[in-house]
Structures are given as structure tokens and as C-alpha cells.
């Protein structure tokens, strides 16, 4: 069969959903209208570790509009069902926290009643009548790293490691005619997406639908259904639009359970909305985490030893670990590397994904290492990095299915001005400012998993896409129904894409970079099998205009068929109505095969920044960044660019800004707002840009794309932070970097 000329892909298409997002009418979880919707408040536990002595509600329960009030005194026994394989998104191992279940604290913001009234302000004020008093435990709420602990098996199988090595990288180190050492530091960080997590819960019956915030429709529904022990079939869940998410939407946190819960103990429908101070102990958070490195090298910058080792926080229930550890295993050649990986189990809630997970962390520290590497060798940076690349993946001992990062330093470094930079820290100046420049090398693994799709072709021309997949801002709604577009050959106007809906074919959680790969192959399959189904229906109908051709003979292009070698064009409109068919509809699947044995694969970048730092004050200003990436084939070059300088401004963050500020002696994060908690905001954003080189994936995957999103924070917070020591000459290893630590 003739697949349509590609006309869409490669093109910048504007958001499909963004007339519905800027007038209003996308609507998010928490916006759906639900009659007789009661709203829920909660109290929070206020000691991190305990029991709960005694909960005093009886003035909660005499405010006016109040229904019920849930403590674990009453609410009743869910089962909590295990399951057979934990979610990738999940912790690998230990206990999930129960709801209501029993008087345990594991940490400070568990939540240990719920209020349910009419009104949001009712629920409210009567949770702050809720009197509960505790006998408190002594808590571990020190980040100490001589409680590290190896992960536990699961994390070992799930590709976190306690330790791995290659060669005999102690004795090279000690060998190594050049060497640095040292340790740095990445506070707890907390994802902050504009949108609250919000779930509204309703019973019909024994069926239960969640309007809810999440990544992943279909995990929000097995993980319900475990909790409450019913079939899956029996919960709906609707997840149209997040308004941004950066990991805290993958898993299916406790609120989900709890507006659950009290839907069924009030017997009406229940809205939960987390407060910006819930969100703190709720939804999980990037672990504070603390590195080693230590690097040798010859005196021409080849390296001989890799040695990272990392302590990052976990919680006292469950055993949350990351890939912290893989850049320094794979991102440059090196015979000798080791790593070593430990847990510090704390009263905290869980921590999770956010932002690159795991590897933004890993190269904050392993390229700031790798600056300090060239100070060292009094090497460019750039050419520190060339002198060591990575030619093949030498830790699975796999070739890469694709790999263009010579590329990137390249037409980044071009881009960027490199060669103007004078190697001498605070020797470049502008109006009394110190001026820095400083680069680092950007990598996040390429990922697949399996994805169904449903395409519906309609006799007026138009098509309609269906996947239960999520797009928390990458723009899968657009990039998908360009996708599509090509596949029907049609113009994208006449597609439309609807996403976040268990009712819809299964797609895989909306992280690690994955959607394009995995949903995107399943749609263009669907569409596939649906111009076949035409084809062999049209060619089969005696009357029509193709019949009795060969399927070779018959070419689909611009929203119809010809005649192969010439003919007029019949448009869909007229082949379908021919047929007497109102729609012809197609499923695909789609699943990665044995190509993720046989290779690696991996996105890629190069980044560079220019930093002004005020000489007298320590204020760093990001003058500029330019990445340029190798994501494979770029769908949509507008908003896989707004995806890569997004990716630069949560750097920012990482680089000089954000920061739980912890109180050891409580348990809890003393900055949970935005007005302390301090993001990038516009005047903290100047020049950003992002290059893409020429790249395909057909390896990967059919569609030739490799991912971008988690790509976008990778290596930028430490090209940030080697342009300020370049600016200033001072190696700030704690980040994020502040001014007093510049003075
Ligand atoms: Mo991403 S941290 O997997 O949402």
C-alpha cells in the first residue's frame, strides 16, 4: 500500500488546543461540573513520625453545610489489594501509604482526616476545628549519609543499582596524572506546575468516575481499583487537560483515594483541590541528593577513571530511587568507571520523578565535575568532551541506534559565540559585570512502551484520533494529530485528537519522554490499517470507481485515492458516501521489539550559557542559552523548541533559584508557597534558544523520533553554573547558587 507523502510532520504547527486554552474552554480536572458536588478539606498531620492519640471532631461536625468528617476511627477498611508488578511510575518497593487505615504517621502533612461540606470554605474552616493530638516518635529528619542504605532489590532489577564497575577505576584514579574530586549538592526541589492537583469523585452505583489530574489515565484506574478492591472496568477516569505536571501526575497519589473514599462515606460526589502548601507533602518532589566524582586523566583529557557515588533521600514507607548514577556510567568513554548508590530513609513523604529525573541530577554534578576536569587540564571544554566521546553505550555494551552530538557541539558551540570566550576566569567584563561562559553535555535515554490507538475516518472528511494518553504542555494534542494527518493523507483541519479518557484505546504513562514514540507509532498503525480496511472495501465494491484494482494500484493522498499513474482524485467524501458508510474506523497497536536488546538509544544535546555576575552584589543573571539537540525526527519544530527552553527555564531553577528550605527539628519544608519557594520567573528569563541537527531514529521506532521533553533541563543547570565559575572564578558545588555563597 502507498503511505501518503509526510506534509505536516516538520512543520511548525501551532497548538491545536490553544484557542480552547486561552478562551477558557479546555477543561481541566477541577473544572468539571458535577451535580451535587460536596468539597473536601483535610488536616494534616503536624508531627513527622507517631501515631494519632485522638482525634476531637465534634466541632467540626456542628459547622453548618458539614456532611461527614473521615478519620481512620471510621472510615472504612480498604483492601489495598497488591499487585502482581508495581508500576514503573511507583516506588519499587515497600508500602504505599494507606488512607485512613490506622493511626500510624510516617511523616509531617500525612493526611489524617478529611471534612467534607457543601461548600469549599464550610469544609475548610471546619478542618480547622479538628483537634488532634499524637504520640510523637523520634523521627529521622536529618539528610545524613551514614544512614545510607543500598536500594533493595527491586530497584536493583528496575536499573538502579547499589553499585556497578568496570575496570579497576580506584587504581586508575590513583594513577591518573590529573585528577579532580568533590562533592556537590542538589537541595529537595518541588515541581510547582500552575495547576493544582485536583480529583473530583463520583459513584453511580458500584462505578466510580475520577475527573483527576494525572499523566496516566489507566494507572489512576488500576491503582483505584486495587485500593478498593473492585474491578477495573468499574472506574472511568477523565483526564483531558493538565495544566502542567513535570512527574508529580504519574503516580496516583493519596487524595485520589481519599476524594474516593469520602465520595462513598458522603454518598455524593466529592472534590478534592491540594492547597499550594498540601502540595508540599503530597505529590511527591526531586530527593535532595548529595555526589561524589572523581575523575582522572591523562594529560591530553583521556579519561581513565569515572568514580560517582550518590546519597539521595527516600521516605520512611516506601523506597523511591533514581538513575542518578547512569551519565556517569555511559555519557563519555572510559575503561574505568565505578558508581555507587545509597538511601537515606527519612520521615518524609515519597519523593518522584521530576524534570529528567534522576539524570539532570546525575549530570549536575558529573559535568560540573567535567569543567573542573578542564580547568584542570587547561583544556576547552568543548574539546574535553570530544576527546572523550562515547561511540558506543559501554555500559550496556550496545551501539547507539542513533547518535548526532559531534553535531550538536557543533552548531551549538557556532550558534553560541564559543569561540570568543577567553579560557581565564573573570576575564571577559561589560559594563562592570562579570561575564561567563560555560557548557555542558545534555543526554536523556530514548524509551518506548506499548500503545493502542483508535482512527475514525467520517464521511464528511474528517477524522477523528483516539488514545488514552495525556499532554501536560509538550503539545502532544499537535504533534499527534500531525501525525495522523500524514497517515490519512489529510490536511491537519480535518483531524482532531482526544486524548485522557480510560475509555479510549491504552496508552503508556505521559513521562520519560515516551508519548511521541509510543503513541505516535500506535496512530500512524491505526491509520494504516484503516486505509487498508478502505482499501480493500472500495476495490471490492463493483460500482465504485476502484473496483477490482490492486491494492498497488490504488494511491492515498490529499484526503482521497487515485488511480495509481494517473486518475482523478476521489475524495473520501465521496468514496465513503459511495459505500453508504457514515465512518470507517481502524485500531493500531504498537510495542517496541528487539531493537531496545540490540541497541541504545538516546536524545542528546549541547548546551551553552552566558552568565553576568554583579561583582559587588553575587547576583548571576543568564544572559543567554543555546541548546542544540539531536531528538531524532522533529514532529513539530515550534513546540519541540518550546519544550527545549521550558527545559532551560526549570534550569534556571535547579542552577540559582529553587530550594525546600527544611526544618529538621519538624519534619517539614518551611517555604511550601511560591512566594518563598523561589521559581524562574520572566524577569529572570532573557535570550533562549534551542537548535535541532538533522537527525532519524528509524532504529527506534518507524516514526524517527527519539523524545524531548526531560531532555530540555538536562546539562543546563551545569552549563549555568561552570559559566559562573568561568564569570567569577568561584566553584560553587551546592547548588543552587545564591549570592552569598558568591560573596
Ligand atoms: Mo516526567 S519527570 O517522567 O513527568
Redesign the pocket.
Known sequence: MNVPLAKAVGQPVSRVDGPRKVTGHARYAGEFDVPGMLHAALVLSTVPKGAVAAIDGEAARQVPGVHVLVTHENAPRLPYRRMAQRPQVDAQSGDQLQVFQGPEIHFNGQPVAVVVAETLEQAVHAASLVTVTYEEEEASTTFDIDRGKPPSSGNEKAGRPAETSMGDADAAFAAAPVKVEAIYTQPREHHNAIEPHVTIARWDGDVLTLYDKT?WVDNDRKEIAHVFGIPEESIRVVSPFVGG???SA?RTWPHVTVAALAAKVAGRPVRVELTRRELYTSVGFRPHTVQRVALGAERDGTLTAIIQEAWGQTSAYEEYAEVTLDPARNTYACPNVRTRYRLIEMNTNSPC???G?GVATGLLAHETAMDELAVALGMDPVELRLRNYAEKDQHKDLPWSSKALRECYRIGAERFGWSGRQPEPRSMREDGQLIGFGMATAAYPAHRSEASAEATLFSDGTALIRSAASDMGPGTYTSITQVAADALGLPVEAVRFELGDTDMPFAPVH??SITLASVGTAVEAACRVLLEDLSNVVRADPDGPFANLSADDLEWRDGGAVRRGGGELVTFETLLRGLRLDRIVGQGDSAPGDESKTYSSCAFGAVFAEVRVDPDLGTVRVHRIVGAYDIGRVVNPKTAHSQCIGGMVGAIGMALLEQAEWDERFGRVMNGNLAEYLVPVCADVRELDALFVESEDRIFNPLGVKGVA?LGICGVAPAIGNAVYHATGRRIRDFPILPEKLL
Open positions: 499523566q505536571a513535570f512527574g504519574l520523578p521530576m524534570r529525573p513521562g520519560g526531560e
